[in-house]
């Protein structure tokens, strides 16, 4: 079967560190998305991985192991606005279907 | 912004009664796909397109049918809604080749089937 794991809930504090991890076990694999979703609002594009390693974008940056089929998502310099719901998406070799994890829902505290 | 507006953006309904939702993009975007988005289930596929009048099943199509004549349109139906049906809905659109290849999604619709 297909399946995505990410933590439901994390806390963390303004300023601070956090790091959400994603494991996936799909039938197929063509790149690990992770979006970020403002409650009420639509999902936004964050980040994307294809090959294992780092890709830094500003405050955020994604982590992919293929052979682990693991991914995480670090944020640095945490602000209020970061609190947010993070889903961990990877697409499927065929007809660019998406299977979405059921997201990571970020608080952040002053 | 890929242009992506769903209409209506709310909709209460009554078990049994036809409902249709509208995903226009004004991107010529290939593909189209519907999700819902409930607690706990993250964001599951319901139907998706790629291209005018291919369209295939998601993950959870039962009860759902989809229509797609114009590159900018894809309609969702549902034929007979039930209170199971009581969600949040996404269009969400890619256009391959085009870098990362990332979703765009609408603003959502919430529609309430009593």
């Known amino acids: 079967g297909q399946n995505i794991d990410q933590p439901t809930e994390m806390t963390a504090t303004e300023g601070a560190i956090v790091q959400i991890n994603c494991t996936y076990q799909t039938s197929g694999f063509n790149g690990l998305f992770w979006y970020q979703q403002h409650a009420g609002e639509a999902p936004t594009f964050l980040s994307y991985?294809?090959?294992?390693g780092l890709e830094e974008k500003g405050r955020f940056s994604s982590f992919l192991s293929r052979s682990k089929g693991y991914s995480y998502l670090l944020l640095k310099e945490l602000q209020m606005k970061d609190s947010a719901s993070y889903l961990c998406?990877?697409?499927?070799?065929?007809?660019?279907?998406?299977?979405f994890g059921a997201g990571t829902r970020l608080f952040v505290k002053a | 912004d890929a242009g992506i507006t769903q209409s209506p953006r709310h909709k209460v309904t009554e078990t049994g009664t036809p409902v249709t939702l509208r995903c226009h993009q004004t991107e010529n975007h290939r593909y189209m796909y519907w999700y819902r988005q409930d607690p706990g289930h993250g964001l599951r596929l319901i139907h998706y397109?790629?291209?005018?009048?291919?369209?295939d099943k998601g993950e959870v199509s039962d009860g759902y049918s989809v229509s797609r004549s114009k590159t900018e349109d894809f309609l969702l139906t549902l034929e007979s809604a039930t209170s199971s049906q009581t969600s949040v809905y996404f269009c969400a659109t890619v256009s391959p080749g085009q870098g990362v290849d990332e979703q765009f999604f609408g603003p959502g619709t919430r529609l309430t089937v009593l």
């Open positions: 397109s790629y291209g005018v009048k291919d369209t």
């Open positions: 991985n294809v090959l294992d």
């Open positions: 998406a990877v697409r499927n070799t065929g007809g660019f279907k998406t299977i």
